[in-house]
């Protein structure tokens, strides 16, 4: 550095004045200027020793900086020689022995002497002292040295904002040049630069370089700070974006460990395989399906269904089969112990087994069990399963309208299954069980295709040793299944269906046969069932009776099992609570005084028929489902103009049986006595009651003309007399269906007389011999023979005597109370 003493002219003068004898602190790396005020911190013992002589002085010290800062112990040639005089403000002593110490710089002086004190550096030093004046060149050389500043104390975040302050009102650029670079973070050899620089102008233009170069540095600074925050938020974005992939990756190995579990289930499906008897066909199909699944993703939904499909396979019984129990003595003691009665459909079923035991193979018709609901047609079935030894598996199909149901869908269908035989044969686990395919007849068709078809060729012996289910795919066979069918009537069966099975039925039984099974079945079943024992409840012979007769009304005995089983769990419930109250055995005997306490009033009315004979009501004899029922019709007439009313919801048929017994009674007026015009001022309304439930059928046509002669010659009709016939219009009676059931439902009613087409005389072979005894079943062939019967006349060949009107119309048919005796419910 060059260093130029000034040649001023004070300089010569001040020689002998400024000339001043004070210690000298050596900086190690900072420059003060004067007007600077700095703390200092300061370790070094020679250096406290100054500050300490300053310290008792006059507290002024000169601070000058080494030239090198890394050494320790400056000798003299090492120190610049111009620096800062100084007062010390304040002297702080640390803790740690440093000194704490706030000098503010007072003007530049410059080493002469060093003075020889070892303890610190004590000098001569001359105090220079500058003088300025303003002119415009200095002027403009302030404006823009302040306002450089200004930009860098903006710039740069570590300038104090009182910096600018400082120089309000600093005229002297020498003044202004100092302050300004004690602020600038620029090298301490620069610094020491302008400290020796003396000339006020130079230093200022010095500075203001300075104060520029900084700027720049600054903005560039603030330019490469920009572009690393964007850099660094851009890293982020990478580290985002790795941290997603990493998520993906440890799915990925998520998956791949799944990958692993599905390793194990694939070699337990290959286990199950190799253990697995299946047909060839299916064997092929699983392995196949089993190479597919390998190569699928274990989550995906086609793995799904695959290994759906091969569990499938799988579970279904392909060999496995019981062997049959053949003793024909042992089934048929199975039978009767499972069942009452049932005799012919009990022989049928016996044969079946006899010839199945000598065939083998049977190739026989599938048998089919018709009947009303609740006579035992499931449980034959699986007495017929007992009694062979095989598994028992039932599958109704009332309601069943989809082919798919029966064969399944295609495995392309989401969801797909198999059909309800595959599943069916699933459960039973065996490939020969009894099959019970429930309500045959209860099978609807649509636009989905027809169930039936489907159902022919499970039941067709010569096709079902290779029934192919849609969602399988391979043929199963069904040969060794034995299927027995059931329905509630024939004429809902598809005649093709029909043909395929050999009919038994079961008609229902009488109120005697209803007991028996009540004391020997149902009562040991229900009382099984709810925990109870003979020493716990009994059922009198009345009590059943009772039950029979007011609180059922059925062909069969579902209804009556209900009832026994809800008696016996209030029954249970009582003997619990006995029990636990006395801790001994608490009998029950139940009577026919107790039942309505067990299960309410009467539901029907039993014995108590009309209560009268009456005019225009006529008991019919009707053919439903559930066996055979009492249809009542009533007639009144009113006075009107020929119209005939017909009320009840019947259904086609029997409106226009209605309508032909109307026409058969007006072509017969003469003969019966009525005005030959009688109708013209008449209504005739025909009702059936419980007009809620619509009937429909070809046997009313007697009933409602020997109903409407009734109302019309107001003579009433034998109350227990029942009758079931179609009429023609000339009065011939022609045969009709379920003589049997209708019988048999009149006898329920205890109806003494039936009056029956004579051409159903050959059906009366099939009614029990007891029902027989106690109704007494006249055959008409006419509706003459009929009125007869049926009309409450004291002589009733007077009945079709021709006698002409005796008095006008209107005087003999006005009007006409309807029938008040009430109407039994059922
Ligand atoms: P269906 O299939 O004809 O509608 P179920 O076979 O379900 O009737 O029979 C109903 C109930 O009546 C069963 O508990 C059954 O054991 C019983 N049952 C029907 N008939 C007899 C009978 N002859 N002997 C013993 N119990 C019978």
């Known amino acids: 550095m060059i260093f130029r003493l000034p040649k001023s002219r004070g300089a010569a003068e001040g020689d002998k004045r400024n000339l001043l004898t004070v210690p000298m602190l050596p900086l190690r790396d900072i420059v003060i200027f004067p007007h600077m005020v700095v703390p200092l911190f300061i370790g070094r013992e020679r250096s406290i020793h100054a500050l300490?002589?300053?310290?008792?002085?006059?507290?002024?010290i000169l601070l000058c900086t080494q030239k090198d800062p890394r050494k320790d112990e400056p000798?003299?040639?090492?120190?610049?020689?111009?620096?800062?005089?100084?007062?010390?403000?304040?002297?702080?002593?640390?803790?740690?022995?440093?000194?704490?110490?706030?000098?503010?710089?007072?003007?530049?002086?410059?080493?002469?002497?060093?003075?020889?004190?070892?303890?610190?550096?004590?000098?001569?030093?001359?105090?220079?002292?500058?003088?300025?004046e303003i002119t415009p060149e200095t002027e403009a050389l302030r404006r823009t040295a302040i306002a450089g500043f200004e930009t860098y104390t903006k710039l740069n975040k570590k300038v104090p904002q009182e910096a600018m302050q400082s120089?309000?009102?600093?005229?002297?650029?020498?003044?202004?040049?100092?302050?300004?670079?004690?602020?600038?973070?620029?090298?301490?050899?620069?610094k020491q630069g302008l400290l020796e620089t003396l000339d006020a102008s130079r230093r200022l233009?010095?500075?203001?370089?300075?104060?520029?170069?900084?700027?720049?540095?600054?903005?560039?600074?603030?330019?490469?700070?920009?572009?690393?925050?964007?850099?660094?938020?851009?890293?982020?974005?990478?580290?985002?974006?790795?941290?997603?992939?990493?998520?993906?990756?440890?799915?990925?190995?998520?998956?791949?460990?799944?990958?692993?579990?599905?390793?194990?289930?694939?070699?337990?499906?290959?286990?199950?395989?190799?253990?697995?008897?299946?047909?060839?066909?299916?064997?092929?199909?699983?392995?196949?399906?089993?190479?597919?699944?390998?190569?699928?993703?274990?989550?995906?939904?086609?793995?799904?269904?695959?290994?759906?499909?091969?569990?499938?396979?799988?579970?279904?019984?392909?060999?496995?089969?019981?062997r049959d129990k053949h003793g024909l003595e042992e089934a048929e003691r199975i039978l009767e112990e499972d069942h009452y009665g049932l005799e012919k459909p009990k022989e049928r079923i016996l044969e079946h087994l006899a010839v199945q035991s000598l065939v083998k193979k049977m190739k026989g018709p599938i048998l089919c069990l018709v009947g009303p609901p609740g006579v035992g047609k499931t449980s034959l079935a699986k007495s017929v399963a007992r009694a062979m030894g095989?598994?028992?598996?039932?599958?109704?199909?009332?309601?069943?309208?989809?082919?798919?149901?029966?064969?399944?869908?295609?495995?392309?269908?989401?969801?797909?299954?198999?059909?309800?035989?595959?599943?069916?044969?699933?459960?039973?686990?065996?490939?020969?069980?009894?099959?019970?395919?429930?309500?045959?007849?209860?099978?609807?068709?649509?636009?989905?295709?027809?169930?039936?078809?489907?159902?022919?060729?499970?039941?067709?012996?010569?096709?079902?040793?290779?029934?192919?289910?849609?969602?399988?795919?391979?043929?199963?066979?069904?040969?060794?299944?034995?299927?027995?069918?059931?329905?509630?009537?024939?004429?809902?069966?598809?005649?093709?269906?029909?043909?395929?099975m050999e009919i038994i039925r079961l008609a229902g039984y009488t109120e005697v046969e209803k007991h028996l099974i009540a004391e020997q079945f149902l009562v040991p079943k229900q009382c099984l069932a709810n925990g109870l024992t003979k020493?716990?409840?009994?059922?009198?012979?009345?009590?059943?009776?009772?039950?029979?007769?007011?609180?059922?009304?059925?062909?069969?005995?579902?209804?009556?099992?209900?009832?026994?089983?809800?008696?016996?769990?209030?029954?249970?419930?009582e003997v619990a609570r006995e029990v636990a109250a006395k801790s001994k055995e608490h009998l029950v005997k139940v009577t026919s005084q107790m039942v309505p306490k067990f299960l309410g009033v009467p539901k029907y009315r039993f014995g108590r028929t009309e209560e009268a004979d009456e005019v225009g009501l006529t008991t019919g004899l009707a053919w439903t489902e559930f066996g055979g029922e009492l249809l009542h019709t009533e007639v009144v007439v009113l006075p009107g103009r020929g119209k005939l009313m017909i009320t009840g919801k019947l259904g086609e048929v029997m409106q226009e049986s209605a309508q032909a017994a109307l026409s058969y009674v007006r072509s017969k007026a003469e003969s019966l006595g009525l005005p030959s015009e009688f109708y013209r001022k008449l209504d005739i309304h025909v009702h059936v009651p419980e007009g809620a439930i619509p009937k429909d059928g070809p046997s009313a046509g007697i009933t409602i003309a020997t109903c409407i002669v009734s109302?019309?010659?107001?003579?009433?009709?034998?109350?227990?007399?029942?009758?079931?016939?179609?009429?023609?219009?000339?009065?011939?009676?022609?045969?009709?269906?379920?003589?049997?059931?209708?019988?048999?439902?009149?006898?329920?009613?205890?109806?003494?007389?039936?009056?029956?087409p004579q051409d159903n005389v050959k059906d009366i072979k099939e009614i029990p011999a007891r029902i027989l005894k106690a109704v007494d079943l006249v055959p008409v062939d006419h509706m003459d023979e009929v009125l007869k019967a049926a009309l409450v006349l004291d002589d009733p060949d007077s009945l079709f005597k021709p006698v002409p009107p005796l008095v006008a119309p209107d005087a003999v048919y006005g009007p006409v109370e309807p029938p008040t005796a009430e109407i039994q419910a059922h």
């Open 167 to 190: 120089l309000v009102g600093v005229d002297d650029p020498g003044r202004l040049a100092d302050t300004i670079a004690g602020h600038l973070s620029i090298k301490a050899d620069e």
């Open 390 to 500: 095989r598994n028992f598996v039932r599958l109704s199909l009332g309601g069943v309208r989809d082919e798919a149901e029966i064969r399944g869908h295609r495995r392309t269908y989401i969801g797909a299954l198999p059909g309800k035989i595959i599943q069916s044969l699933k459960k039973a686990k065996t490939n020969n069980p009894v099959f019970c395919l429930d309500e045959v007849d209860k099978m609807s068709t649509d636009f989905r295709g027809d169930p039936s078809s489907a159902l022919l060729e499970v039941l067709d012996p010569e096709q079902n040793f290779a029934f192919n289910d849609h969602y399988l795919d391979v043929d199963y066979d069904l040969s060794e299944v034995m299927f027995i069918t059931t329905a509630n009537n024939l004429f809902s069966i598809p005649p093709p269906l029909q043909d395929r």
């Open 711 to 756: 109302a019309l010659l107001k003579i009433p009709v034998h109350r227990n007399v029942a009758m079931t016939g179609e009429i023609t219009l000339r009065g011939r009676v022609l045969p009709i269906g379920g003589l049997k059931e209708k019988i048999m439902a009149a006898h329920r009613h205890q109806i003494k007389t039936v009056l029956i």
């Open 75 to 132: 000798r003299e040639g090492e120190i610049h020689r111009l620096g800062t005089l100084a007062a010390i403000l304040q002297l702080l002593r640390l803790p740690d022995g440093t000194v704490k110490v706030l000098v503010e710089g007072k003007s530049r002086a410059i080493t002469r002497h060093f003075l020889p004190i070892s303890q610190f550096f004590q000098v001569e030093a001359e105090e220079l002292l500058e003088s300025w």
């Open 535 to 573: 020493e716990n409840i009994q059922f009198s012979e009345n009590a059943i009776f009772t039950i029979i007769r007011q609180y059922t009304r059925e062909a069969g005995v579902r209804n009556l099992e209900r009832e026994i089983a809800s008696i016996s769990r209030k029954v249970a419930r």
């Open 52 to 60: 300490e002589f300053a310290m008792g002085q006059e507290k002024h």
């Open 205 to 322: 233009e010095q500075v203001l370089g300075y104060v520029n170069r900084e700027n720049e540095i600054l903005q560039i600074e603030s330019r490469i700070k920009n572009r690393v925050k964007n850099r660094v938020k851009k890293q982020m974005e990478k580290t985002q974006r790795e941290y997603y992939l990493n998520e993906q990756m440890r799915a990925i190995q998520k998956e791949m460990g799944e990958k692993e579990d599905l390793k194990g289930e694939i070699q337990e499906l290959e286990r199950r395989i190799r253990r697995k008897k299946m047909s060839g066909e299916a064997t092929g199909k699983v392995k196949h399906e089993l190479k597919k699944l390998k190569l699928m993703s274990p989550m995906s939904a086609e793995a799904t269904v695959s290994r759906n499909y091969i569990d499938w396979l799988l579970s279904l019984p392909w060999q496995e089969k019981t």
